[in-house]
């Protein structure tokens, strides 16, 4: 069976934006605790 370069191109495209509506939120949330983690890490760190 051979794929066609629009039918993969076509299904990469689908499947980047499902995924990114899927794991987009979380993701975001994951990242700004993170951040914010880091952050106060290097606030002690600096303060001591």
């Not at 069976?1 to 980047?16: D, E, K």
């Not at 914010?36 to 890490?41: D, L, N, T, V």
Request: aromatic share 8%; no cysteine; net charge positive.
């Amino acid at each position: 069976m051979r794929l066609s370069f629009p039918l993969v191109a076509g299904a990469v495209v689908i499947g980047v934006i499902s995924g990114n509506v899927i794991f987009g939120p979380p993701l975001q949330k994951y990242w700004a605790e993170r951040q914010q983690q880091e952050a106060a890490k290097e606030g002690q760190a600096g303060s001591t």
